[in-house]
């Protein structure tokens, strides 16, 4: 019944890619329908979970099923709720959304809705300038619950049309051998190196964690593999998790999927994802450029080495790997810049021929039994992926519509701009710190859409660029996954290899220091998001912070005595930051 559940769900979406025009209002519900069961029913442990996840299915499925059957007649209400029935709709969608979201990510993104919604219905009795006039009750609910401007609004749009095809995509890609090809290229290129193990879990994570756009996601997959490794080698456990979390949190940043993240930013800012990704391309290898000379650093403190060769794979096994990545990924780049097409219609033939790759293993063409094994993993794993994503951003999507509604994300926005005295930098600051707030307790899709609603109005009416003001924020919601006190990525390496987590994550946050700089440096150096209409001064740009960054991370790591690693700090930051004083 899973299997069929999750054949349904694939094969709607990617039906959606192919079957022209459907209206917002069948096809956003439909998705919320055919994502319930996923979320309700199939993590449901205990008997009273089972029944409630039942009973609010089958009312969020009915619900949705008659938003979209009545579509037609909707589009004609404008937002505006008839009769007790509709009003019964409207109650019962947000109930099931706020429920879904707390089943799958935890309390504090609904709850955060939950408070939104509230301030909507009752905030006309809040005094002062953070009241709002009030709304009619119909008018506010429909508009949130049969119209396209709350939970089927734009966001779910981006859930529906873009990030599921690509969550398929990387379900699909990583069903197969494309994983091991990754971790074998990765190998490959640095597994002889000084730190070479480390090294391997820096590359593998950027390849991997480009196609899954989940940190930790990507611990569990690559920590499995490189965590051990590094443990046989005699690196300390602290090192080779904060390694792993660290270099497994810079794949939501890594072209070319980067995770929901980027597509939302598509929609909020009107931007091309080719755009986006053109413009994160540099930020990413910064990153990585800065984990890598930390990794090195810390090979030459800890004397450690690289893999022995008969723990590398032969060349003939790197080279048949690698294709089971190369020909999506290849596809997938030539339909969107060479033939022109859609990021979704061509990542629907990356698709395809992933698909077709799951019929191969190394040897040749696999069995039928290993064949269906991975078909099956990669429908169930798709299905759970999208569904929780859904959830996340149809929740999301609550606050966005109420913001809207109520003008309170103005309001907020001139308590920032108030707030940091009309000055950018103290601005900035404040965003930051709302994303690192923000992002220990809700996923970082969430995190962005959150802060940039609010923030970002502020940041470019003091002077950003919007895309600059998106990758800032969206930067900055990264921050929790190595961030103490909650921090994914690092509780997860940090349980794998059984250290704990606090030393972790005080070593991941030296590695990672370049999560914290590098957004701060696209605003002094904007030429390093400019890679697209100004190659040659985004290049000079990421040469000058990429030399900032290795002074920086050698004195944090490898530089003595400490007056030696304060120059080369200040150095460093002096580097990055010259903008700032001429």
Known sequence: MALVAAFGLVAFHLALIFSGLVPNLVSRPLHLALALPWILLAGAQSPVMRVSGIALTLCGIAASLWVAWSHDVLSDQYGFLEGNFQLLIAVTLLIVVFEAARRAIGWPLPLVAFLTLLYGLFGQHIPGEFGHSGTPLASFLGTLTIAEGGIWGSLTGVSVNVVAIFVIFGAVLNAGEAGQGFMNVASAAAGRLKGGAAKVSVLSSAFFGSISGSASANVASTGAITLPAMTRLGYPKRLAAAVEAVASSGGQIMPPLMGAGAFVMVELTGVSYTSIMAAALLPAILYFLAVWVGVNAYAGREKLAGLSAEDQPPLRIVLITSAFFAVPFALLLIGMFWIGVTPQYAASLAILASFLLLFFNTRGIGSWAETRGRIENALLNAARQVSMIAAIIICASIIIGVLSITGLGVKI????????????????????????????????????????????????????EPLQAHLFVFWFALLSTITPPVCGAVFIAAGMIGENWLKVALTAMTLGFGLYIIPLAMIANPALIELQTTPLSALLAAVQIGLGLTLMSIALIGARPAALRLALFAAGATVIFFRLFI
């Open 413 to 464: 926005t001139s308590l920032i701009l108030s707030g940091s005295g009309g000055m950018l930098w103290p601005a900035l600051l404040l965003t930051a710190l709302a994303c690192l707030i923000l992002g220990m307790e809700v996923p970082t899709t969430a995190a962005y859409v959150i802060c940039v609603s609010v923030a970002g109005p502020a940041l470019i009416q003091l002077g950003l």
